[in-house]
Structure formats: structure tokens, C-alpha cells
């Protein structure tokens, strides 16, 4: 078990030090499929461009863990948001990843969304969602009293949930990690050879050649790309930006529920969630784009953005903005993902995880590992992954900065660094000592959520990048 | 082994913030002997904003050394000064609930005065788009960076762009300078304002941040119309204050809609009995003098709430209008002293008029012989107070041109 961010790669020129699986791409989705294959007594590598796990789409989501309500019947993705979204459910628990199950509730303004909503019914049930319930505009309102004027009824979807998308993978890493996984970082990989017969693919990366017998790409916006590398061409990813705003902690009790927009002919419309760390989250955008760099937000988008969220939640504007930010969702054309096995290469390709592979990933992990032994590795015995516990970064559990027992242990959780999210020494310290350690502030705030607040550094700023610094040398 | 519950605690006076408000209150309080006084100061070291103010104008004194000068004075009169040490939310009307590397505690006070300065509006919060690359500051964190932690170039940046048209800018270049960053620009906002060491794009607008993991530029559209890009890879974005009101807004004591800070009387008493506030949580930012004084004013008020003087009413409130953008305190008792108002104006105004009314009735009018800017606060005693009705409506303030 290792994470290397510099150097040669490990030496895999030996027939028996060739890895059993690569999996090019950290996000989510390669995080959880290392995870998977970390049950399994192979020598498994993740291998990620940036510096760290989680850069790339899996940074800049909603943050939803859906229960697959409004997913294409019968299509994969309907399947495995499903699976996904209850084995999620359900690890959070187990590890500490924070976990909300507010609810949704797709709110209808006009005559002819509240005609929909009894189709989003059906489909629910086809989707195996039972659960779902009409609201009347009384009833609706009693429910979410902040909600502005004109809203005619609603559709209550129970069981959707927010989720803390940063933990999320980072947990998966971890667990890989620790449970064997050898974590690859500032790594991408440029080309493959692939071996002929039985020899292992080659993987050239500048920090030297990788050899493995199997390969996993879940490489986001770039699984195109990747497949290219092995002479595939069977899709086409094309970004699609969604911008977002977070609000200050003091919009929080201005929404119960996750208020989704009921799609129509006009588009998706933008929904407004909490978070776990007690924001609000007004988005995404919907842009179709060539360039997958384009993770700028836009002044026409955040002025949409505010437009919208005016209308579903007027207070929310008098709220000050904690943050901007887009993501990109990886769009094919297909209204499913795009998984396929070639075992003749020894090569699965986990492409087109569109706006669901957040949720989805336990059971994407699985499925690929199942692919996987499909296509000829031998998985062997099942053995337990090694725990963890991740640090809590939800509001609606216990801080440490609020932990008087924690503190009485360890004065370094009675010192409060960051103000605004109440992060202490004693958190920083340990995400710069964790198993995989941030690479930069960013990955810091991710992790604990130091500089992530409303002042944005006025106050701790220079105090988190002291401690970062200090860290890591 | 340490308690694992909170402790419960009671003093006469708790200060949250120590800062030169909070420091001052403390200082007089302790030596007219209001009993125990305590301050809860979150940084490591107290003093506040001027800490990392390594330049002059603190009443002649460099930041650092008013900061020190305030610290002492407070420990001479008798005050306890905890450091490292939040308040985190209420317990009770006047309880604290506390977080200290010795444990969790509730304070109870017979007074509360909250004193928790103010921060400048971050970029996200200004909505500026583009991407979120590193490089990106306020005036606080730079002068955190430079003056409590000797960054220099080579850890601060190349190229520097200053956005803003307050006094803090010329700040943010000068300690730029000093770190060693060349300044490229500054970009004003307005069109008119304080000497600013140039180059300045007065009128200018930030369009957008440029940069993949580190920022590489800042697109800008000027006065006239055209956009061009400014190479750097640094900004700071400065002034655009904000009280830092969380505090207060948690414990549920009300806010003024004009300055977002707490409603206060010119006692600086709160609507909720026994909580005071002073310093720049009123208001956002004043010199440091100017909240120094505020902190010492509201110990007499504290005084009298010892001494069991009943609290007042809320009084009338008064509501700002025309060109004045904020004014405090926010409310006024006609029968009590009359205060001396810290006027705000949005725009630069010269020779304006100060208008004050309450219903029907016009209570004051006078041209000032000033030129007023929105940077700075025109002092004005209310004369016109005691004749404003108890039992009126609110009392509007405006200024025109
Ligand atoms: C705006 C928005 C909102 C969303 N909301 C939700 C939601 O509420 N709930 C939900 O479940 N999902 C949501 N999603 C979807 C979810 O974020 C994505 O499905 C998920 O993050 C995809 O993960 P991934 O691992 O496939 O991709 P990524 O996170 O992009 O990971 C791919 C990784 O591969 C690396 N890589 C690429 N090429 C190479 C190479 N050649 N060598 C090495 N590494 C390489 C990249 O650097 C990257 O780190 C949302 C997405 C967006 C954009
Ligand atoms: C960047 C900058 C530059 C400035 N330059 C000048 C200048 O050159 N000349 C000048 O005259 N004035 C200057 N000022 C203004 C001057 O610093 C302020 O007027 C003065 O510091 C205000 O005092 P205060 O006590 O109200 O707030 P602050 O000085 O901000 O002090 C508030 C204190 O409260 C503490 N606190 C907040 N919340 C809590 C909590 N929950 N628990 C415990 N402690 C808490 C904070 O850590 C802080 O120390 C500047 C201000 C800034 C921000």
C-alpha cells in the first residue's frame, strides 16, 4: 500500500511485478472500483493526472444522493443509481461520510409541470420508488414556508438525500489504499501498448511505464480520449458545464428538502439544496460545451442562477455567497452510461457517468469488478477491507470543535484555525498525517473545510497556509 | 482527565472580541470595578485588526503597537484576557457557549458585549466569475501573510492587481510593496476616491479571474467601455466591508437593514436586555480610534445595567434615505442624551443637505459646508433629538446633493 505523487513508478518490468489491474482515473468512480478490487488478494494500481484524488468532475457536483426516482427505465444507470444509492446509504454510515435524508420534493409552477408530476409518479414506481406522494400548494407550503409565491403542487420524493461529496471518495481511497491499492498521483497516462496474448498492457506515464494484465478506464470526461489509446472509438464526450452558488450557513433554515425543478419542454430549471455543512446550494446550469477545461463560472450564469433562485426562494438573495463554482458533467448523446468489456483487451471502459456517478459508484465498483472476472481475471477469495472512519464534516453531527470528551483528549480540538467552519488544529493536523494526504489548499479545504466559510481566508487564510506548509514539509 | 461536559462559568461582563473595541470596553469596565470582566479573543494573540496594520494612523501609533498599548490597558485595569479562545453560540439570553484547547464551557454574564469586528466581502460572495485559482486574497489575509507571517515574493506572487477604491487599497499595494510584489494596477470602482499609488483604473469593473490552478490574469473593463486583460497572479480584493455579525444574528439579536450589523441605541445597547455591541460589527469599518471609542462608550451603559437601571425601550428608529448609505447608532431615545451619528454617504457629495424628518414633521435641515466621500463617516451630533416625538414614527436621515 502506497501513494506516490513523484518519482519513477514502482518497477513492473518483472513478469511477477506486473499489477493484476490498473484503473486510470481517481474520481469517484475509479476510487470506488479500486476499492472493489481491494477485496480481492491482487496487486491493484489507481493511477490519476492531478495531484490528487478527486479533481475532476467528482469536485464540483451537487452533491445528491439520488434514489434513482426519474432515471430511464430499465436502463443501466436506473440500475445502479439504485443499488448505488442504497450501498451508499449504508457505507456512510459506516464510515462517517454525512448523510442527510431530507427528502425532495419537485415543486410545480405552472399548470402544465403540475400535469407531469403524476408521470414522474409512474416512472418512479418503474424505477422500483414507491414511496412518492402528491402535495397540494397548502400543503406544499406548510412543508417549505420560505418558498415563493405561484408554486402550484408538488411531487415528495422520499429517500433522496444529501451527501458530502469530498468524503465520498476520499473514504473509497483510503480504504484502497490501506486495504493494498498502490495510488498513482501526477500520473496521466499518455499511451498504451497493449501486451500481445498474455503480456501485460503498457503504460507510459512521464513518470515511467507502468505494466498491468487488466485495465479499467473510468478516466470521466476523458474516457474518450482513453479509448482512443486502445483504438477505440465507440462515443464521444461532450462537457456539460452546470455553475453553481453555495449560500451562507444562514439561508440553511430557509429549505427542508431538496427542491428539485420538474423537467420540461423549457429544460431542467435549477434546483436549491442544503448541503451537509449546513449551506445552500442553488444550480446547475445546463451548457453544452466543446472544451473540458471550461470549469469558469460565467457572469451570465450566476446572474440565471440568482434569477431563478429569486423566484423559488426569495430570502435566499439577501444571504451572502460562500462560493461559485461548475463542474462538467461527461454527456455522450446516450441517455445511459457507457460501460463496456472488451475482453480480447483485457480492458473495460467505464465512460459516460453523467450526472449520477456520485451516487451510483458502489455499484459501478461492483459491476466493473464483475466485468472484470467476466472478462478473464481471476478475483480469488473475498477478503475484509481494512476500516475507516472518515472525519465528519456534517453539521448535523457532532464536530469536534463541539466534542468535549475529543477536547479533554486533545487540546488541538479545543483550538479553533478556520472560525467560520469551526475547523480545529486538531482536524488540519490530522488530513495533513491521513492516508491520503491533501496536495494542495484546496485538497485541504476539501477535507476539513478550513478556508471553505464565508470570510474565505480574510481571518484564517494565512494561519491554514502556515499549517499547510509546515505540514507538509 | 479533563471534563467531558462543558463547564458552567458566570461572570459580571463577557466581551466576545479583542479587539480595540472590545479591549477598551474591558479596560474601563474593569477599572470601575464591574467586577470579573473577561475577554474571549479567538486568535492566538489579542489586538485585532491592527496587529497586522504595520503602518501608522492609530492615533500615532503603527497597528501593532495600538494593538499593544490596548492589550495592556486592559490587563492594568484588571480585565482577564483569554486568547485562543471562541465563542461558538448562545446557551441562554446571556449565556456563551465556549470553545477553549482546556475544554468546552457556558458563560453566564450579567452583561454581554459583543465586539467582532468586520471582514471585507470575499470574491465569491461580489458573484466575480471565471475559475477559482490560487493567488486569490483580501487585504486581511495579505496582511496576515506578510506581517504576522513574513511572506514575501516568492511565497505571495510576481504580479499583484488591487481591486478597490478605499483607503484599504493603498494598504493592500503598500504591503504588496513592502512583501516585494510589484503592483500592476489598481482597479477602482469608482470613479473618484482617495489617492491611490497608481497605475489606477478609476471606473473600472473586474470582469472575470483567469487561471488553472494558479491565477494568470484578471480581465477588466475600463471606464471607457474596452476590456483588457492584466497579467498577475495575485489579486486582492479589498474593502466591500461586512460586520461580522454571525454572532449577534445567531443569539437573535436584530439587525440594522441598513448597516447589518446589530440595531443599537446610542448607549450601544441591543434589543435584547443586557447585550451590547461596539467596534465594527456595527457597521463594518471605521479608523481603529473611532472603534476604540465606541468600546469605551458602551462601558458606561454597561455601568448602568450592573447598577440595575431598567432597560430602555427599543426608541425610534432611525432610517436612512436619499444618499446616505448607513448611519449608527440606529436608534435614539428623544429624552436621553443626544448621540453623535456616524454618517455614511453611497456617493461623493458636495455641500450637501442633511435632512432629518419623523411623520409630517421636518425635525433638521442644513447644508453641510463638506465634501462628503464613501469612504469616510461625517460626524453629527443630534442636536435635533429632543425634539424628535417618543411616541412618533420612525425618523428618516437623508442627504441629497
Ligand atoms: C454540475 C454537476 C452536478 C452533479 N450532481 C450530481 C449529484 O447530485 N449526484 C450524483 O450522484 N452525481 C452528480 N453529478 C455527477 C458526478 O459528479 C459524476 O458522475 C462523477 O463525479 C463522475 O466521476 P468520474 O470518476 O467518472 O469522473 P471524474 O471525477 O472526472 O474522474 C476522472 C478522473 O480521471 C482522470 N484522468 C483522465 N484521463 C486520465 C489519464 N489519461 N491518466 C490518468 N488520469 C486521467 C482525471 O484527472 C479525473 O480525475 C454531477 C455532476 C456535475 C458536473
Ligand atoms: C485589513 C484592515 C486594515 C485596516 N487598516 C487600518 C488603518 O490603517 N488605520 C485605522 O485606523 N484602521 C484600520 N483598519 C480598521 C481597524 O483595524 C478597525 O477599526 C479596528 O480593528 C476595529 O476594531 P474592532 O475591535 O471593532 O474589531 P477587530 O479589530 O476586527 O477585532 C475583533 C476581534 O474579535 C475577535 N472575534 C471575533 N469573533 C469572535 C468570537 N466568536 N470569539 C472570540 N473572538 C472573536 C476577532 O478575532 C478579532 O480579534 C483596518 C481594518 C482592516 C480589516
Given amino acids: ?473 | 482527565m479533563k471534563s467531558v461536559h462543558p463547564v458552567e462559568r458566570t461572570v459580571d461582563v463577557l466581551v466576545v472580541g479583542g479587539g480595540p473595541a472590545g479591549l477598551a470596553a474591558a479596560a474601563r469596565l474593569a477599572a470601575a470595578g464591574a467586577g470579573r470582566v473577561e475577554v474571549l479573543e479567538r486568535e492566538r494573540a489579542a489586538g485585532g485588526v491592527p496587529r497586522h496594520c504595520a503602518r501608522g494612523g492609530f492615533g500615532g501609533l503603527t497597528g501593532p503597537a495600538f494593538a499593544r498599548r490596548a492589550v495592556r490597558a486592559a490587563v492594568r485595569a484588571g480585565a482577564v484576557l483569554r486568547t485562543g479562545v471562541s465563542a461558538t453560540g448562545w446557551a441562554g439570553p446571556l449565556a456563551l457557549e465556549v470553545t477553549a484547547p482546556t475544554g468546552l464551557e457556558r458563560i453566564t454574564a450579567r452583561a454581554v458585549v459583543l465586539a467582532t469586528g468586520a471582514r471585507e466581502r470575499p470574491r465569491s460572495a461580489r458573484l466575480v466569475p471565471g475559475s477559482r485559482p490560487a493567488g486569490v486574497l483580501s487585504t486581511g489575509e495579505l496582511q496576515q501573510s506578510v506581517e504576522l507571517f513574513g511572506l514575501r515574493r516568492e511565497r505571495i506572487g510576481r504580479r499583484a492587481v488591487v481591486v478597490g477604491s478605499d483607503p484599504i487599497a493603498r494598504h493592500a499595494v503598500r504591503t504588496l510593496r513592502r512583501a516585494g510584489v510589484p503592483v500592476a494596477a489598481v482597479v477602482a470602482d469608482r470613479p473618484y476616491g482617495p489617492r491611490l499609488p497608481g497605475p489606477v483604473l478609476r471606473g473600472a469593473t473586474v470582469l472575470e479571474l483567469v487561471g488553472r490552478g494558479r491565477l494568470s490574469g484578471v480581465l477588466v473593463r475600463g471606464a471607457d467601455g474596452r476590456t483588457g486583460l492584466l497579467r498577475c497572479d495575485t489579486v486582492v480584493f479589498t474593502g466591500d466591508w461586512l460586520p461580522d455579525h454571525e454572532l449577534a444574528r445567531s443569539g437573535g439579536v436584530p439587525l440594522d437593514p441598513a448597516t447589518r450589523g446589530p440595531s443599537v441605541d446610542g448607549g450601544l445597547r441591543t434589543l435584547v436586555p443586557g447585550v451590547f455591541a461596539a467596534g465594527n460589527l456595527l457597521r463594518g469599518v471605521e479608523p481603529g480610534t473611532v472603534a476604540a471609542a465606541e468600546g469605551r462608550a458602551v462601558a458606561d451603559a454597561v455601568l448602568a445595567h450592573l447598577a440595575g437601571a431598567p432597560w430602555p425601550a427599543p426608541g425610534l428608529t432611525l432610517e436612512t434615505a436619499g444618499a446616505l448609505r448607513r448611519l449608527t447608532p440606529g436608534r435614539l431615545h428623544p429624552a436621553g442624551p443626544a448621540p453623535t451619528l456616524l454618517l455614511r454617504p453611497e456617493v461623493r457629495l458636495v455641500r450637501p443637505i442633511l435632512m432629518v424628518r419623523q411623520d409630517a414633521r421636518l425635525l433638521y435641515e442644513r447644508r453641510l459646508p463638506v465634501l462628503l466621500e464613501p469612504h469616510r463617516s461625517l460626524r453629527h451630533p443630534a442636536v435635533w433629538a429632543p425634539d424628535a416625538d417618543a411616541a412618533g414614527g420612525p425618523v428618516v436621515v437623508t442627504l441629497t446633493p
Fill in chain 1, 1 to 473: 500500500m502506497s501513494v506516490t505523487r513523484t518519482g519513477a513508478l514502482p518497477d513492473t518490468s518483472a513478469p511477477d511485478d506486473a499489477y493484476d489491474v490498473t484503473v486510470v482515473g481517481a474520481g469517484v468512480v475509479g476510487c470506488a472500483i479500486a476499492r472493489e478490487l481491494a477485496r480481492h488478494s491482487l496487486r491493484v494500481a489507481l493511477m490519476e493526472a492531478n495531484g490528487d484524488i478527486g479533481e475532476g468532475s467528482s469536485k464540483a457536483n451537487t452533491a445528491i444522493l439520488h434514489t434513482g426516482f426519474d432515471a430511464v427505465p430499465g436502463s443501466l444507470e436506473a440500475r445502479l443509481v439504485r443499488e448505488g444509492g442504497q450501498l451508499l446509504a449504508a457505507y456512510a454510515e459506516e464510515t462517517g461520510i454525512p448523510v442527510e435524508p431530507v427528502g425532495a420534493l419537485l415543486v410545480a409552477w405552472d399548470e402544465q409541470q403540475l400535469a407531469t408530476l403524476p408521470r414522474l409518479a409512474d416512472k418512479a414506481v418503474r424505477n422500483g420508488h414507491h414511496g412518492t406522494r402528491p402535495l397540494s400548494a397548502a400543503e406544499l407550503y406548510a412543508r417549505e414556508p420560505h418558498l415563493g409565491p405561484g408554486a402550484l403542487g408538488a411531487l415528495e420524493v422520499p429517500g433522496e438525500s444529501i451527501v458530502c461529496p469530498w468524503t465520498t471518495p476520499l473514504a473509497y481511497a483510503t480504504q484502497a489504499v490501506r486495504s493494498g491499492v498502490d495510488l498513482h498521483l501526477n500520473c496521466p497516462v499518455e499511451k498504451v501498448r497493449p501486451g500481445e496474448g498474455d503480456a501485460p498492457h503498457r503504460l507510459v506515464t512521464r513518470r515511467g511505464v507502468l505494466r498491468t494484465r487488466f485495465l479499467v478506464n473510468a478516466c470521466g470526461l476523458y474516457a474518450d480520449a482513453f479509448d482512443a489509446l486502445l483504438g477505440r472509438e465507440d462515443f464521444t464526450v461532450a462537457p456539460r458545464r452546470g455553475q453553481l452558488l453555495v449560500f451562507d450557513k444562514f439561508a440553511r433554515p430557509l429549505v427542508r428538502h431538496i427542491l428539485l425543478p420538474v423537467p420540461g419542454p423549457l429544460g431542467k430549471g435549477v434546483l436549491v439544496a442544503p448541503t451537509v455543512y449546513g449551506n445552500v446550494l442553488l444550480g446547475p446550469t445546463a451548457e453544452d460545451l466543446t472544451d473540458k477545461t471550461a470549469t469558469s463560472s460565467t457572469a451570465e450564469g450566476l446572474a440565471g442562477l440568482r434569477a431563478q433562485g429569486g423566484r423559488i426562494l426569495p430570502a435566499l438573495l439577501d444571504e451572502e455567497v460562500t462560493a461559485a463554482y461548475a463542474g462538467l458533467r461527461a454527456a455522450t448523446g446516450a441517455e445511459d452510461y457507457r460501460i463496456a468489456a472488451h475482453p480480447e483487451l483485457r480492458y473495460v471502459t467505464v465512460g459516460g457517468i453523467r450526472s449520477t456517478g456520485l451516487t451510483a459508484s458502489l455499484a459501478l465498483g461492483r459491476h466493473t469488478v464483475g466485468l472484470l472476472a467476466d472478462a478473464g481475471l481471476e478475483l480469488g477469495p473475498e477478503r475484509p477491507l481494512a476500516p475507516v472512519r472518515m472525519p465528519n464534516l456534517g453539521e448535523a453531527f457532532p464536530r469536534p470543535y463541539r466534542d468535549a470528551g475529543l477536547i479533554a483528549r486533545d487540546p488541538a480540538y479545543g483550538t479553533l484555525v478556520c472560525h467560520c467552519e469551526r475547523v480545529t488544529l486538531g482536524e488540519i493536523r490530522d488530513a495533513l498525517a491521513s492516508t491520503v494526504p491533501p496536495a494542495s489548499l484546496d485538497g485541504l479545504r476539501r477535507r476539513t473545510r478550513a478556508r471553505a466559510g464565508r470570510c474565505q481566508g480574510f481571518s484564517c487564510g494565512a494561519t491554514v497556509r502556515a499549517l499547510f506548509e509546515e505540514g507538509v514539509r
